[in-house]
């Protein structure tokens, strides 16, 4: 069936440090793809998302591309901030249901 | 503009009481799913829900949970004989009338249940 898969965390790094998350996705035919962040006590606020191979997502310095050939969408920071501490998730979204299918998340905590 | 609004924010049960969570979509929703999302572990699907009519709940427990959405006033998800593994956050989600693969899910803050 249907799967995400991101790297586990907890990640924790330093102030503009740069950031790799990874996550691999298992679908039929070719899903939409989603970052979601969850800050501490909150609800899932969309990131990024991306539709078709070889799209680039971006919002608030994060990227992820969809890389169809490694099934694929890593995301990535170049700098990251205090701000950013936060749970990232992963989701897809494939075949003709709406549902979506989630990563377990990685939590991220970055020191100043 | 609200977004989606679930409540309570926090929800405290016995065991063996009810839980009644609502969600009220946003503007120009008519879809409706539902999430849960229990401590160290990713979101599940429960269900997905149209006005008056329920599409998917392929992910909801065989017995004591059920969901309804009606024509009138919010979505809620109802949870009878409550115990301590349904302890969790509930999330829901909306989106438009128009098949969007591409996202267009709205999620709200979610509602934290304690059976206790």
């Known amino acids: 069936g249907d799967s995400v898969t991101q790297m586990e965390g907890p990640v924790t790094l330093s102030e503009e440090a740069f950031l790799t998350i990874n996550c691999t996705y298992t679908?039929?035919?070719?899903?939409?793809l989603f970052w979601y962040v969850q800050y501490p006590g909150e609800g899932l606020q969309l990131l990024l998302k991306a539709t078709k191979a070889d799209d680039k997502g971006s919002n608030k310095g994060f990227e992820a591309t969809y890389r169809k050939e490694t099934t694929s969408f890593h995301l990535e920071k170049g700098s990251v901030q205090v701000s950013d501490s936060a749970v990232y998730f992963c989701?897809?979204?494939?075949?003709?249901?709406?549902?979506?299918?989630w990563g377990l998340g990685t939590s991220l905590a970055v020191n100043p | 503009n609200a977004g989606v609004m679930q409540n309570p924010r926090h929800l405290v049960r016995r065991r063996g009481q009810e839980a009644r969570l609502r969600c009220s979509p946003m503007k120009g929703h008519s879809h409706v799913y539902w999430y849960r999302q229990l401590p160290e572990e990713g979101l599940k699907f429960m269900v997905y829900?149209?006005?008056?009519?329920?599409?998917?709940e392929s992910g909801m427990p065989k017995e004591r949970f059920s969901a309804e959405f009606p024509k009138e006033g919010p979505s809620i998800l109802r949870i009878q004989q409550v115990v301590r593994g349904d302890s969790a956050a509930y999330f829901c989600?909306?989106?438009?009338?128009?098949?969007?693969?591409?996202?267009?899910?709205?999620f709200g803050s979610g509602t934290r249940l304690t059976v206790v």
């Open positions: 989701a897809a979204n494939a075949g003709n249901n709406r549902k979506l299918i």
């Open positions: 989600a909306s989106s438009p009338l128009i098949e969007n693969r591409g996202g267009g899910y709205t």
């Open positions: 679908a039929t035919g070719y899903p939409s």
């Open positions: 829900l149209q006005k008056e009519n329920i599409i998917d």
